[in-house]
Each structure stands twice: as structure tokens, then as C-alpha cells.
């Protein structure tokens, strides 16, 4: 995934889609106050404090998908575990939440289930049936709307081609208004999501802990957002 931060106005949609898509349950105020919030992509808010004309900048911040991803070797049940197609992927079902894995992650992106997830008529009616319901007590993260990526693979097995560019597309990218983020093939070289990562103006989020993280930022065409 490539997320250009020139293009992001924090508008939330990407959140929402989140939890429409993945079927997260909300917690309520008291929760996030207690830091117990559910979301698998958040928005990060900084500040370029120069006078008269301080500007905010935001970061969408989700899973990274590190190649070399800390959260895995720390798991005792390997419940977080390397796909081969290059995913960080949540095996709900081996979880049973010592939460070695979010003290583990440098970009703090895991969130705990603390309580059994409620959705009240009529909520429950917009459930995504392609998505399981947690449980408490494990791990959740975001995993790039696997079940895209597994129906679109479906789909393309089934008419004997190759998944198309273009033809995955997250619920967090298919929202965003501005378009803001891409999501493709980083083994293919013509991929856009190849191509923006390539830019001189993409970076990795702590880059010199060498975890080989999957998403590039674009730094804002006047660096205010590096």
C-alpha cells in the first residue's frame, strides 16, 4: 500500500469503512478514554507550529505488514503468523491474548478485545458474513481486507487468469474521497502501489528498526509532511 499525505484530510472515512467492512465492534466513550478502542486504522495528528500559520498534518497509521515483522516471533501460539503472500496475519481462533505481540510492535497498531463485541439491532443487520465476529480476549489488526484478496483470487482461479491490477481494493482505499491510498502488488513493478513506492518521495515509518514494512508514505510535495 502507498498513502500520500498530501491527500489526506482526515476525513475518517477510512475508519468508518473499516468498521463497516470488518465488523468491529464499538465500545463506547468510557472505553477510549481507557485507551480500549477497536480500530484497526487510525488517524494520526501532528502539528507544524509556525507562527501565524500553524498547520495540521495527519497520518493514517495502520498494521504495516513488516516483512520482518516483530509481532510474529513473539507469539507463543504463532497466532501471528506471515502469509505467503506477504500479509501479517491474526489467527483468531490459536489466539488467547498474552498481548506479547502489541507490546512487540513498534507502531502500536494491535488492539486488545476486552469485551465481547455487542451489535444491537439494528447493527447486526450490516454484518459482513465474510468476516467472523472476534471473541474476547485476543489480538485484532488490520489484514488488508483478506477477504477481498482471498475472493478476488477465487475469481481469478476460476476463469484461469491472474488477478488483474485494480481488482483488490480495501475497504479503507475504495472510501477515501481523495484517494489517498493505493493498494496493489509491490512484486509487480508496473503495479501504481509499485510505482508510488518507488517515488523520491516515499519513506517507511521507522525505517532504521529494519522491519520492512509494507506501506509507503509520500512525504507532502512541500516536506511539510516529513
Not at 15 to 26: D, G, P, R
Request: hydrophobic share 35%.
Amino acid at each position: 500500500m502507498a498513502i500520500d499525505l498530501d491527500l489526506c484530510s482526515a476525513c475518517q472515512a477510512c475508519v468508518v469503512a473499516c468498521y463497516a467492512e470488518n465488523n468491529i465492534a464499538t465500545v463506547g466513550e468510557e472505553q477510549i478514554q481507557k485507551d480500549r478502542g477497536l480500530h484497526w486504522i487510525r488517524i494520526e495528528r501532528y502539528w507544524k507550529t509556525e507562527w501565524p500559520q500553524p498547520r495540521a498534518l495527519f497520518l493514517p497509521l495502520l498494521c504495516q505488514h513488516c516483512d520482518r515483522a516483530p509481532c510474529e516471533s513473539v507469539c507463543p501460539v504463532f497466532a501471528s503468523v506471515h502469509s505467503d503472500d506477504g500479509l501479517n496475519l491474526q489467527v483468531y481462533n490459536r489466539c488467547f491474548g498474552t498481548r506479547y505481540c502489541a507490546n512487540n510492535c513498534p507502531y502500536k497498531v494491535r488492539v486488545f478485545n476486552w469485551f465481547k463485541g455487542e451489535f444491537p439491532e439494528p447493527v447486526n443487520a450490516q454484518l459482513n458474513p465474510d468476516v467472523t465476529v472476534r471473541g474476547v480476549g485476543i489480538m485484532e489488526k488490520c489484514t488488508f481486507c483478506v477477504q477481498r484478496i482471498r475472493r478476488a483470487r477465487q475469481q481469478a482461479r476460476a476463469e484461469g487468469r491472474e488477478v488483474l491490477e485494480g481488482e483488490v481494493v480495501p475497504a479503507c482505499v475504495q472510501t477515501c474521497p481523495t484517494g489517498a491510498l493505493t493498494f496493489g502488488d509491490l512484486n509487480d513493478p508496473n503495479s501504481l502501489a509499485a510505482r508510488l513506492a518507488a517515488s523520491d518521495r516515499a519513506y517507511h515509518l521507522l525505517e532504521f528498526l529494519d522491519t520492512e514494512p509494507s506501506i509507503s508514505y509520500l512525504k507532502g510535495l512541500g516536506a511539510e509532511s516529513g
